[in-house]
């Protein structure tokens, strides 16, 4: 007899437990350790946000300072991946770059071993590295040399001033900040559950950051707001705005930056990145971003409750291809940016994976699944095939 499963994406099953995020999908509320996400886009940095998700608390001002130190001591890449970087083909995807880089960062570890403590100073490598590695490549493909590190600056500012070549105002720097903090984690996504997986067997802390790296690669994941991108510049004027989103509908396609997995309310990140993409953008030459943005959700919804009956709300990725845009990154670097964000959750992730609280039997993930092939045949030898 033929079973059938349904493929859900293991959409409802409980993996296991975690104290780092929390998603209530029915209400839109997003916490990382307790701490709405609201209340600390307003009021925390992506440094102390990442402090929180990695220790569990927020730090008094000496230990901020202290991580702040740490963060900005492995901001400079090594000289061997600084080479392997130029030896690469300038056609390289970025996130195959990124993904490939963190191999050899591995060789350049801090710390050997596997105790809390040594996977703590790894992971704080790992987050200041990724946004050097991103603008050093950005750098070397348009044949460039990769700009050093300002100690004086955050890290949000540092990676524009090593991406764009020049020093961010405030304001710009503030909301490259906000924007980190938003995607520095969102409980079991695909990307964090591919690196806990391979947290799990054991694997080091880069190894299991590269299989996130990996899955947030995908277009229905990471990929998403540079798809946002794309269909914004290849409809390129307000008015072409409802054609083309009724014409995804008749195709049977989606439109990238509305709807998610979790969500049946409006992504509160979502709520966040489209008040700063107007203050960004209105007084911007290419308000025009915004307008189609916010017109692409509109007709998105209308159209959407016409067919299905029922709503369907913007999410994470919607605005933040026009908030990156306006900022001077290319589409192609989208993911790689919203990769360097979420290390701090990827290796939070990683270190709870290896070391829960209170303390239980390693387990190794191993779903089952059921078999819908053939049945039991003899082999044949291949004269007689």
């Known amino acids: ?43 925390s940095t992506f440094e102390e946000t990442a402090y929180l998700l990695l220790y569990g608390y927020l730090p008094n001002k000496e230990q901020l300072e202290k991580f702040s130190d740490d963060v900005r001591e492995f901001r400079k890449l090594p000289d061997e991946l600084g080479e392997s970087l130029k030896s690469l083909s300038p056609a390289t995807d970025p996130m195959c770059v990124l993904q490939a880089s963190l191999p050899t960062l591995s060789a350049h570890s801090p710390m050997n071993g596997e105790t809390k403590d040594s996977n703590m100073k790894k992971a704080i490598h790992i987050i200041s590295s990724m946004p050097s590695i991103i603008a050093g490549w950005k750098r070397i493909q348009n044949g460039e040399e990769p700009l050093k590190p300002r100690e004086e600056l955050s890290t949000a500012a540092n990676f524009l001033y090593m991406f764009n070549g020049e020093v961010p105002d ?98 509160p990140r979502a709520t966040i990145l489209q008040e700063m993409a107007y203050d960004l953008l209105k007084d911007h030459p290419e308000f025009q971003w915004y307008e189609m943005t916010e017109k692409m959700a509109e007709v998105t919804q209308k159209l959407f409750y016409e067919k299905k009956g029922r709503a369907i709300y913007p999410n994470v990725d919607l605005y933040s291809a026009s908030i990156y845009h306006a900022m001077g990154i290319h589409h192609d670097f989208f993911p790689p940016v919203f990769a360097m964000a979420r290390a701090a959750g990827w290796t939070a992730h990683v270190i709870e994976e290896k070391f829960p609280n209170p303390p239980v039997k390693p387990v190794l993930y191993r779903p089952s699944s059921i078999y819908i092939g053939e049945e039991m045949r003899p082999y044949v030898d291949i004269s007689k095939r």
């Not at 859900?8 to 029915?26: E, H, N, P």
């Open 1 to 43: 007899m033929t079973l059938f499963v349904e493929d859900t994406g293991l959409r409802g099953v409980k993996a296991a437990t975690t104290k780092i995020s929390m998603v209530d999908g029915q209400n839109g509320i997003l916490l990382y350790r307790g701490y709405s996400i609201e209340e600390l886009a307003r009021k």
């Open 170 to 267: 405030d304001n710009l720097a503030r909301f490259m900040d906000i924007a980190m903090i938003l995607h520095a984690d969102h409980t079991f996504n695909a990307s964090t559950f591919a690196a806990r997986v391979v947290a799990s067997t054991g694997a080091n802390m880069y190894a299991a950051v590269s299989a996130g790296v990996g899955a947030l690669s995908g277009p229905l994941h990471g990929g998403a707001n540079a798809q946002v991108m794309r269909n914004l510049i290849d409809m390129n004027d307000p008015d072409k705005v409802e054609e083309w989103v009724t014409k995804q509908f008749e195709r049977g396609k989606r439109v990238a930056g509305i709807g998610h997995a979790v969500y049946r309310t409006t992504d």
